[in-house]
């Protein structure tokens, strides 16, 4: 005991306080370990080292931006070029038969045409040759079809929609259905039509046709 006590005098006399048995100690690398465990604190445990590898894709706009701008400099394909796939070029059209050209040429020349023939004898195929050439020459063409599905399969409109009738509006007298067909748009849509083609005529009642026809000649 009394030399524990001449110990700790001499340790308070050079300025040194005694250490305390909990106290942790300092190993040689720097880290501190707890007594007891022997394990360093999560303080003063070294970090670990970043690997320098940057990642391909942008961490945010402004990253992707400016990767973009360098791409173009150097002549690179941008993030969104480089998935950018060309469409397919459109189907080509089969040519037309002796019997179909003849056609064109007698609508080229502005004669009426009454076209006619079994199914898928290539009657659409000359509507849409048709459509195509006369606005080549810069006609101004309307498709015409009694329903609704033989309207879309052509890229057309119905009669109705087009003279601007409801099919109720068959019991009105003429001046009635003139007068339907004068309102500003309608009136518009007739006038600046230079070639009327109605697929599926063989669908149309007589009486569509014939006040049709009438309509269309009082304008």
């Known amino acids: 005991m009394q030399l524990l006590r001449e110990g700790f005098a001499r340790e308070s006399m050079a300025g ?8 942790p100690q300092r190993t040689a690398a720097g880290s501190s370990v707890k007594a007891g465990n022997g394990f360093p604190s999560e303080a003063s445990s070294s970090k670990r080292p970043r690997l ?12 992707a931006f400016v990767a973009s701008a360098n791409n173009e400099l150097r002549g690179e394909k941008s993030f969104d070029e480089e998935d950018e796939v060309a469409p397919p070029p459109p189907p ?24 006619t023939g079994s199914g898928g004898c290539g009657k659409s195929r000359l509507v849409k040759a048709l459509y195509d050439t006369l606005t080549a020459y810069g006609k101004t063409v ?29 019991g009105l007298a003429n001046s009635t259905l003139v007068a339907k067909a004068r309102r500003k748009h309608i ?23 014939e006040r049709l026809s009438y309509v269309l000649s009082v304008i």
């Open 16 to 23: 040194h306080l005694p250490r305390s048995p909990t106290k």
């Open 52 to 63: 320098n590898n940057p990642s391909k894709y942008p961490e945010s706009s402004h990253d």
């Open 92 to 115: 080509e059209l089969p040519p037309l038969c002796p019997e179909q050209q003849r056609a064109l040429e007698l609508a080229i020349n502005g004669e009426n045409l009454f076209i």
């Open 142 to 170: 309307h498709l015409l079809a009694p329903t609704g599905q033989a309207a879309v399969n052509i890229g057309g409109r119905t009669i109705f929609s087009y003279i601007g009738w409801r099919p109720d509006d068959l």
């Open 187 to 209: 009136f518009s849509r007739i006038k600046s039509t230079e070639v009327l083609t109605i697929d599926e005529i063989s669908m149309v009642e007589r009486q569509v046709f």
